[in-house]
């Protein structure tokens, strides 16, 4: 098993709430980081406060994933694991959706995380690694508002299951995590007023909202080759019983 301190770990989306806890935690353990965002100076910020390298890249790009990935690998000699934290919220149904908005969402979620795939993958197949993508509960369960939301995190999960297949000869795990709604910048809108807040925390079974810790406890773990390396093609589901269950 490779130990922690031979683990570099590249984060795409580190400065989102789930990314910068996610690099949190793997720094924690010794994991070499390498942030990647497009904001350089919350970047800065980041490897001020939990150490590695910084790039600031735009994850729409499919050239710009792959430098990104080379430049890890340039970095630290080489590249154990890769999240994709990059992605967006929209809630409208699609009547009232317009064709821009249903781009971008597809771009920020879905093609970010074929770029990873692609050239994760590649960079990966000699010595094997692990790729972890973030898809959402809503990719499984009919939520209203959500389409087009939906259809590019539901995109995603095809695109783990069948990565997951290519690449398990070659030591390559391809997983992903669905989180419910979680506390971060990006949900503050849907969080932020009393109201919407208490129907969002009823949604879930198990009564709250999710913060950033609950989801990066489990990236973490897909991450780290000494606790999952058993584990491929799976969706986890950290989402306080959201995508499966409903309360009573």
């Keep these: 098993m490779t130990s922690s301190s031979e683990e570099t770990i590249l984060i795409l989306g580190a400065t989102g709430g789930i990314g910068s806890a996610v690099a949190r935690k793997s720094a924690a353990r010794g994991a070499n980081l390498v942030l990647a965002a497009r904001d350089q100076s919350r970047l800065d910020a980041l490897a001020s406060e939990v150490g590695g390298s910084t790039i600031s890249l735009d994850a729409t790009k499919a050239d710009e994933v792959h430098a990104a990935v080379q430049q890890a690998i340039d970095l630290n000699g080489s590249l154990t694991g890769v999240v994709n934290c990059v992605g967006s919220i929209l809630l409208k149904p699609a009547h009232l959706t317009s064709e821009e908005e249903y781009r971008h969402t597809l771009a920020l979620n879905l093609d970010s995380s074929f770029f990873v795939v692609k050239s994760a993958a ?3 197949m000699k010595s094997g690694g692990s790729i972890v993508l973030s898809t959402s509960a809503v990719a499984r369960t009919g939520l209203f508002n959500h389409e087009a939301i939906a259809a590019a995190k539901a995109g995603i999960v095809g695109l783990m299951q069948s990565a997951a297949a290519t690449y398990a000869q070659r030591g390559v795990r391809v997983n992903c995590v669905a989180p419910g709604l979680v506390e971060t ?57 959201l995508g499966t269950i409903r309360p009573r």
């Design 185 to 241: 910048p990006m949900s503050e809108r849907l969080t932020a007023n009393e109201a919407a807040r208490k129907a969002s925390e009823s949604m879930h079974a198990l009564g709250r909202i999710g913060q950033p810790e609950d989801v990066a406890e489990a990236i973490d773990w897909l991450v780290d080759p000494s606790r999952s390396s058993w584990v491929t093609g799976q969706v986890i589901g950290v989402d306080g019983g």
């Design 122 to 124: 590649r960079a990966m």
